[in-house]
Structures are given as C-alpha cells and as structure tokens.
C-alpha cells in the first residue's frame, strides 16, 4: 500500500494504492491532516487503484471530512469500484459524502 | 532435530477437505499479509468473485483488527488464532483471542443518524451484513462467521458477477 | 459456536513450561511482528540482555526469512511455523516450512575475501555464529535453533551486559 | 521504521529509525539510489536510532557501498552500537566499511 499525493489547480489529490485498513489508516490520516495545516482546503481522495477498506478506513475519512469542513473545506471521493460502493451504501456513509464518479468530475465542479 | 514438525508440515500437502490455521502475534501489520494468505488458499479452491473480494476480506479484517485491538489489547503476549474450514458450499472462519470477551448484543446501529459521524463502531456491523452468519462464544472471545460461497436469495451482500 | 477455539485460548494462560506457536503466512511484512511477540514473550520470563536483543533476534529473523523466501518461495498457499521452548537455562527455536528443503552443508563462507562484497549469503552463517546450536531435519525445511540464556565460555556472540 | 534523510554540508545523512531487515531494507536502498541517481556523491547512514539489522540489511549496505564507489562517491557509517558492531565484526564487514563513533566525526572527516 502507498498514498501519492499532487496538486491540481488547488485540489490535493490523493491517490490510495493498495488497501487503506487498520494497519495503514494513520499514513492516510497524518498526510491529509498536513496538508490541511499547511493551509490547504479542497481534498480529493481517488480509489482507482484501491483494493479494500475495512470500517476503520471509513472511519478515518469521516473524520478526516469532519476535520476539513471544520477549516470551512471540502473533502470529495472519486473512482469507487462497485465493491466500494457496496461498503459505503450499507453504512449508508454514501449519504455523507460527495461521491464522483471519476476524478474530473470531482475536480471540475469544485 | 525437530522431526515432529517437518512430518507435520508435509502432511498439510495431503488433500481432503480444505482446513488451515494461522496463529498470528497481536500486531496490526501482520493483518493485510493474514487476509491476503487466506484470500489465495479460497481462490485456489475457486472461491472466487466479489463475495470473496469484499464480503470475505472486509469481514475477516474486522475480526482480526478487533482480536488484535480489543481481544488482546495488543498485548504483545498474545495471539490471535485463525481457523478456516473451506467446504464445498461455504467457508466457515473462527477468529479466536485471549481477551476476556465482551457483549457483542451492546453495540449500538452504526447507520442510525445520530451516529452515522462518528469514526468509529461499523466492524461488527460490517460483519453481521457481509457474512451469512456470525456468531460469538459464550465468554465473546472466538468468533465464528460463515459465507457461502453463491448469494443466498435474500442477503444483503452483492451478487456472484 | 466455536467452543473448542475458545477453550484451547483459556488454557494458554495456565502456567507451567513455557511453549507458544505461531503460524504465519508467507510474507516478509510479517517477520518483525512475529519476532516482536517472541521477544515480548522471552523478556516476560526474565530472559534479556544483548543474547536476547542480538542473538535471539538477529538469528530467529534470519530463520524466519529463509523459511519465507526459499522454504516457500513466497508461495502465498504456505504458512511458516514456529514453535518456541522457553526452558530455564534455554530457548528452542524450531522453524518449519513447507519447502523441499535444501543441503545446508554446501552453504560458502561469507567472510572469505572473494565473498565479503556479496550483497547475500549471511544468514546461515549469522544463525551459526549466533545461535549455540543449530540443525536441519533431513529433508532440510525444518530448523531447530537452542540459545542458552548465559553465554557458554567459548562461543561467539556478545556476553550479558 | 522509518528512514529520514538530510543534506548537511553536502553529505546526505540517512537516520535509520527502527530495524533494517528485510522487509524494508528496499526502502532504504532505494532512497539512496534516488540520490545517488540526483547527483549526490557523500552518503552517511546514522544508526543511532536502529534496532537491529539482519543479514539483509547487512546486505543492502554492501551493495549500496559499492554502487556508490562506482560513481566515485562514498558511504559511511556512524553510530553503531555494540549490538550492532558485533555483526559486522562477526561477519568482518567492519573491514569493508568506513565507521564512525559519531555523525560529527564522519562529517568532519568526508
Ligand atoms: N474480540 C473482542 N474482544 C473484546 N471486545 C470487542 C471485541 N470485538 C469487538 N469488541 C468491542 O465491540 C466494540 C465495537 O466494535 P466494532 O463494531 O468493530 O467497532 P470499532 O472497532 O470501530 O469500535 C469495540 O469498540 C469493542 O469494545
Ligand atoms: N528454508 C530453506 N529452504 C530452502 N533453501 C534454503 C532455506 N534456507 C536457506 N536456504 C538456501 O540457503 C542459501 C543461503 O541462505 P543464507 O545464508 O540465509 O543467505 P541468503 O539468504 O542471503 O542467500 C539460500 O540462498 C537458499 O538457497
């Protein structure tokens, strides 16, 4: 598992290789929180490449959106595979998230 | 010279009816690599397809991520143990701690609004909706879940392809 | 309701002689975990010092990878066993894959000048020269390590403090 | 574990934080390429705050040394303790390699 990160016309895009689960959830955490206090404020968070998340994973990005609407951003998610999706719906988490369907759709209607 | 051991080792190749075991030390890092192993000896028996890929995998990373969190505390004394029994028509897995259990009948419904922002609380929710069945021991200590291998009619869960 | 499971973790806390196992999935992520716990379970019966921190750790790592890059090729069906004696005077480290084994005597010695500059080749020699016995069953997959828990009078390895 | 890496007075220092075996010692051998690839010549690897090392790790810092010599640069090693210095001399590494007793005496001395 390893996070890319790049900047895209003020987006952080963080790209999840590999699972984001209870082993790993805290890389995640500390560079998405960095980045925030470094003064950044629209997040994006890409699954294409990712293989699973477990409820620690989710737990992670809802406190991670929690922690960035706090600093007035915005966290969205893009590129769920139908098994992510799947996890999602049944937390019903699909209802506290900006979900797009793929990346430029994320970033373009930021 | 440790004969007892090697013999033992050369009997797992005998086939039969799949059963293996992991005995893991109660460390979070050792889990990705436990529920990757299991993965590969369900898929080489052809299980195959998203109920493994997600309601096999999230489910078994819930219970181990509990044994190893709240089961043993990460107590580095401890072990987690791990059998699985591939049958034919299902996969039945027992996840087992040292701890000293807890009531699983106490946790609260992770997807009522009021809790729906907290970081925490969907494991054993995850577990009950992906697994067919699930169910503790007495104490709450060994947890035993069970997947079949196709969609039951009435399930949550996806659907084989 | 896995009552067996459950019953067998309860008696793991009963004292007497010291023995613990692990089964472990054929991942290199895996080895600084299982090594931690053994380590955590020796400190716990006052078993510690540089023979434990350099001797044990260093040698059972290296038995460890062995039994995960060659023993089982990685093969992500086969799981790595451990099986541990912690004796008063001494701990018996048994090792065991699920590999073909291989000739342990036909092993160069690293520190000859032509194969100091070899980036592999010592971790035999390094379990050897650590550890106060060591010994191959006959078909070479299952390795028995001792290491006294005081240093014996003309063995390599560090003295206690 | 975990390696971090700086640039003092031209030299790049690499802390080695935790154990260098084999499951990470990729990590590191890589960073130290990534370097050695962006131009950098002088390499220190700081041991200070490592556990233990296996034949693995022994072995990433053979082959680093000599991918390193062959570009005309050089590496040291500074800080091991007695654990650590007891396998390089069991496996006479000690004679192979440059070893500091500190990270200033290797600094000064490049
Ligand atoms: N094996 C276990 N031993 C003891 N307590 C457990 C065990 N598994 C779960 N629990 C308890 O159940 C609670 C809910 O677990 P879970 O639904 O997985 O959510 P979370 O892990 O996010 O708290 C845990 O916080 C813990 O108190
Ligand atoms: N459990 C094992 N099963 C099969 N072959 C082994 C095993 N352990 C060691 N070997 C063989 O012995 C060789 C020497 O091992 P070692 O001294 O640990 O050095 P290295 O791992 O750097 O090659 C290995 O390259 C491998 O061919």
Redesign the interface.
């Known amino acids: 598992?390893s996070f890319h990160t790049l900047k895209d016309n003020g987006v952080v895009v963080v790209d999840v290789d590999g699972?984001l689960?209870?082993?790993?959830r805290q890389e995640l955490k500390q560079k998405v929180l960095d980045e925030l206090e470094g003064g950044e404020r629209k997040f994006l968070i890409d699954f294409a490449n990712t293989?699973?998340?477990?409820?620690?994973g989710?737990?992670?990005l809802?406190?991670l959106s929690?922690k960035i609407r706090e600093q007035g951003g915005e966290l969205r998610l893009a590129n769920l595979n139908?098994?992510l999706r799947?996890?999602f719906e049944?937390?019903?988490?699909d209802?506290?998230f900006n979900i797009a369907d793929s990346r430029d759709e994320a970033l373009s209607s930021f | 010279m440790n004969r007892g051991s090697a013999s033992r080792r050369s009997d797992a190749d005998a086939s039969g009816p799949e059963h293996f075991v992991l005995e893991l030390p109660s460390d979070l890092r050792v889990i990705e690599a436990a529920v990757g192993y299991l993965v590969g000896r369900c898929r080489a028996a052809s299980f195959q397809g998203p109920r493994l890929d997600l309601n096999f995998r999230v489910g078994v990373t819930e219970a181990l991520a509990n044994a190893v969190l709240y089961g043993n505390a990460r107590d580095p004394r401890k072990t987690v143990k791990v059998e699985v029994s591939l049958e034919p028509n299902r996969v039945v897995v027992s996840v087992a701690d040292e701890g000293t259990g807890f009531d699983p009948g106490s946790i609260p419904d992770p997807t009522r609004p009021e809790n729906l922002h907290a970081a925490g609380g969907r494991g054993l929710f995850l577990i009950r909706n992906l697994m067919d069945e699930m169910q503790y021991n007495e104490r709450g200590n060994a947890l035993r879940m069970v997947l079949l291998r196709e969609v039951p009619p009435s399930r949550t869960g996806r659907a084989s392809g």
């Open positions: 598992m699972q689960i209870v082993g790993n293989g699973y998340i477990d409820s620690s989710l737990g992670v809802v406190s929690k139908e098994d799947t996890l049944l937390t019903k988490l209802t506290l």
